[in-house]
């Protein structure tokens, strides 16, 4: 059962273009979502993350937007840069009485931005 | 720069071989996690420590043993492992209450 889908195993898009990465949930209760990249053989860095009392959130060019009645999040990288290239996950988790619950990834999407 | 530091960033070992793997943060993150990633995989959580007590175990075989000597530090001691537990080992932190994990740079392992 996958709480946290990506659809997209990968996108490729020209340099300086809009990349736009998709990630649906299928768990109500997540309230916080998060966006990882990772080049390979190095561990996930994080990106950006989103509240579930908010919509969007930006930082240079990383934009996420969350769209809860239809449970979904979308990353959007403008301008795509070379150096974007890499696998993002998608991860969300939810607030309990103990603590968050661990995060739970989607199967990521590998991104590559053509010069 | 990655806050969280694993030790060694390689390890080859036999079937037999008794090893640990090392991780270390110092930004007062009082939960710590370590996650197994294999190529294009997700990253799939283990174990969960929580103020230095195991919180979490996702029934992982016995034959991976965590260890949290204190707030700073998470071990992942291996014994008779089998190749197909080769992958990449990755330790995490948190804040306490906090949603974002902060990653190491993981540990490759490959089981002979």
């Known amino acids: 059962d996958q709480q946290v889908k990506q659809n997209s195993p990968s996108l490729s898009v020209q340099e300086g273009r809009i990349s736009i990465l998709n990630c649906d949930y299928t768990?109500?209760?997540?309230?916080?979502f998060l966006w990882y990249k990772k080049y390979p053989a190095e561990g996930p860095t994080f990106l950006i993350s989103?509240?579930?009392?908010?919509d969007k959130n930006e930082d240079g060019r990383f934009t996420v937007f969350l769209n809860k009645s239809a449970k979904h999040l979308s990353l959007h990288i403008v301008p795509s840069q070379p150096g974007d290239s890499a696998v993002y996950f998608c991860?969300?988790?939810?607030?309990?009485?103990?603590?968050?619950?661990?995060?739970?990834f989607g199967k990521g999407t590998r991104l590559s931005v053509i010069a | 720069d990655t806050e969280v530091t694993q030790t060694p960033k390689h390890l080859v070992m036999g079937m037999t071989n008794k090893k640990s793997l090392k991780c270390e943060q110092h930004?007062?993150?009082?939960?710590m996690y370590w996650y197994k990633q294999k190529a294009k995989k997700p990253p799939e959580l283990m174990f969960v420590?929580?103020?230095?007590?195991?919180?979490i175990n996702e029934s992982v075989p016995s034959r991976f043993s965590p260890e949290c000597p204190n707030s700073s530090l998470l071990n992942l001691h291996l014994h008779a492992l089998q190749p197909e537990d080769s992958a990449l080992y990755l330790c995490?932190?948190?804040?306490?209450?906090?949603?974002?994990?902060?990653f190491g740079e993981g540990s490759w392992l490959t089981v002979v």
């Open positions: 768990n109500s209760m997540f309230d916080y």
């Open positions: 989103i509240s579930s009392i908010k």
């Open positions: 420590y929580s103020y230095e007590k195991l919180s």
């Open positions: 991860a969300a988790s939810t607030k309990r009485n103990s603590g968050n619950t661990p995060l739970v």
């Open positions: 930004m007062g993150h009082r939960a």
């Open positions: 995490a932190s948190s804040p306490s209450g906090g949603h974002t994990i902060y």
